[in-house]
């Protein structure tokens, strides 16, 4: 099969989609895997590099879209690279549909075969594509929070952990999950005081063993958000529904109990963000300020850490993509149901339930709408 991995066109977007240990894989198993030049730059990979394991490097997108069946990508296409896409390509990348009605009309009129890295399950029901970058964005919220809470940044100017008699900040930590446990132990690490909410009591019971009793973990009830807001100085937000919608867990008005110039970090805003107030930001913009508080809602935090998130997220996707080139996407995703979960887009149709949920939009029983594809190995 002809590979092709183009360069990251989001704001402030420095990952890519294959490293040169995933050319040689592929090289490997007799496909042909074409670069764009300059995709690696961000992540420190030259484009020598990638030709010195068996890839063809072409000038632009263009030229790679064009010459590829299957498009591996980082994050969800923008607008001219959906507007490349035809019904002979497959595409996997980070789609998050849910909160993008415009993105999921552009990739349904395609015609292409979209797989979405963030609703593809193992067979534990977890999300093997979607741990790495919440391990990754989970770490990365409560230094950005820490970092946002000094004064010429705009926050209180406290320290987080504080220092001997003075005392640690405090911080709050919505969900319970991959990103949430990982903000907890960098919060923990850092010596804040730290409070980790989830609404399932096996997780809180997990956390409790995997924190070592150095947080405090909490059911996460509305009223018990709210008798702690006032006190805490930093919360993150790392609230997921697989491939739905986040749900909203602190309200505008929620936000007249906290403390003037507290933060809010939103990990996750790129479904759609859990606070009423979120709306995407960038790196290079990464804070606004709704009613005296501080709110850090960066749709692609682990971009800012490209040498390691591209290795991390690599590491994990590389398999299934063996997997895509070498058996076609019907042989791959039929034999694997946890992989036809990752299927958001095939033929013209809708194949994600909860996106047709938050939508309003019909869908198809993906292996359906797969029987419809082109039997070629794209």
Request: aromatic residues 6%; hydrophobic residues 45%; contains cysteine.
């Amino acid at each position: 099969m002809k590979v092709g991995v183009p360069s990251e066109i989001k704001t402030d977007e420095y990952r890519v989609g294959m490293t040169p240990a995933g050319v040689r894989e592929l090289v490997e198993h007799g496909h042909a895997v074409f670069v764009q030049s300059g995709a690696g730059v961000g992540s420190a990979i030259a484009d020598a590099d990638y030709e010195a394991q068996g890839a063809t490097v072409l000038p632009d997108a263009d030229a790679v879209f064009d010459a590829a069946e299957l498009i591996v990508k980082v994050k969800e296409p923008q607008p001219v690279e959906v507007a490349r896409l035809t019904p002979g390509h497959t595409l996997f990348t980070y789609l998050h549909l849910a909160p993008d009605p415009e993105l999921t009309a552009g990739l349904i009129a395609s015609g292409a075969t979209c797989i979405a890295y963030e609703t593809v399950e193992d067979a534990r029901g977890r999300l093997p594509l979607l741990a790495p970058m919440s391990e990754v964005a989970g770490k990365i919220a409560t230094q950005a929070g820490a970092f946002m809470l000094e004064k010429p940044l705009g926050g209180r100017g406290l320290l987080l952990g504080g220092v001997p008699g003075v005392a640690a900040g405090k911080v709050m930590v919505i969900g319970g999950g991959v990103v949430g446990q990982n903000a907890a132990e960098i919060a923990i690490g850092m010596g804040a005081e730290v409070y980790v909410f989830d609404r399932s009591i096996d997780r809180l019971r997990d956390l409790e063993t995997i924190l070592n009793n150095r947080a405090s973990t909490v059911y996460a009830s509305t009223l018990a958000i709210e008798e702690l807001l006032p006190e805490v100085d930093l919360v993150v937000g790392a609230v997921l529904v697989h491939g739905a919608k986040a749900p909203r867990v602190i309200t505008r008005a929620q936000l007249g109990l906290m403390k003037r110039n507290a933060v809010l970090v939103d990990v996750s805003i790129d479904q759609g963000g859990c606070f009423e107030t979120s709306r995407a930001t960038t790196h290079t913009d990464p804070t606004y300020e709704v009613d005296g508080i501080t709110h850090y809602c960066v749709a692609n935090m682990p971009g800012a850490v490209p040498i390691t998130s591209t290795y991390a997220l690599t590491n994990a996707t590389m398999p299934y993509v063996v997997r895509l080139a070498t058996q076609g996407v019907h042989a791959a995703l039929g034999a694997d149901p946890g992989f036809m979960a990752g299927l958001n887009v095939a033929a013209g149709k809708l194949t994600y339930a909860p996106v047709g949920r938050d939508q309003d939009l019909e869908f198809t029983a993906p292996e359906a709408a797969l029987a419809a594809v082109g039997s070629g190995p794209a």
